[in-house]
């Protein structure tokens, strides 16, 4: 029998695709919600929340944030997505617009200001790389979730959600349709080992 090659077995470890669509729409709401926290009229909520502000070298692009977590983690914040930097461990990345976890080897805090910067990110292939990805994305999902219980809890339900209706696209972001950042992060959090556990094991014996 021949062996997988690595782009089959890199498939296997795609989220499944309710979970897959609830987290893009999670994740632009929430960048759309970084990006004015930014601006609130008592400060930068990010600098606040421990954040480092990384402005690009040459000032033609945004600045990037880096957050140090308890966890020994770094995450760093674009407007177009997310890197969890672990070290040895490796890295994660996830776009602001697809949620679909992108491994790297390289554990560093890129020092990137575009998406075309970021070191070689790809679909894990390995079991021990999977298992990595699974864990780095829980703490992505851990520390967004901790974020947005500070911001409420200092600033209120009432600031979110003028913050989502200055949104263009507004309507596709209401609690209505299921976004509400706090409890969506945390369901997304409940869910995630189960989803690991199947896609780590594409055809249980």
Same mark, same amino acid.
């Given at each position: ?84 930097? %672990?070290?040895?461990?490796?890295? *994660? !990345? ?7 976890? =992108? #491994?790297?080897?390289?554990? +560093? ?28 994305? %829980?703490?992505?999902?851990?520390? *967004? !979730? ?7 809890? =200092? #600033?209120?339900?009432?600031? +979110? ?45």
């Amino acid at each position: 029998m021949s062996k997988k090659s690595p782009a089959k077995r890199a498939r296997f470890w795609r989220l499944p695709p309710k979970l897959e669509k609830k987290g893009s729409l999670l994740l632009d709401c929430q960048m759309w919600c970084l990006g004015r926290d930014i601006c609130h009229s008592q400060g930068n909520l990010l600098i606040q929340y421990g954040c480092e502000r990384c402005p690009a070298p040459d000032g033609s692009q945004k600045s990037a944030y880096v957050l140090a977590c308890s966890s020994g983690i770094k995450l760093v914040f674009w407007g177009f997505g997310i890197f969890c930097a %672990a070290g040895n461990t490796g890295g *994660l !990345y996830l776009n602001r617009y697809h949620f679909r976890p =992108q #491994y790297s080897p390289d554990g +560093r805090i890129p020092q990137a200001w575009s998406a075309a910067e970021l070191p070689e990110c790809r679909a894990p292939i390995t079991a021990t790389e999977m298992a990595t990805a699974s864990g780095m994305l %829980a703490d992505i999902l851990d520390e *967004l !979730y901790r974020y947005e219980t500070c911001v409420l809890d =200092q #600033y209120g339900t009432k600031y +979110r959600e003028n913050v989502i209706w200055a949104h263009p696209n507004h309507s596709k972001y209401s609690p209505q349709h299921g976004v509400d950042l706090k409890l969506g992060w945390q369901s997304l959090s409940q869910l995630l080992p189960v989803a690991a556990m199947n896609i780590s094991n594409p055809n249980p014996i």
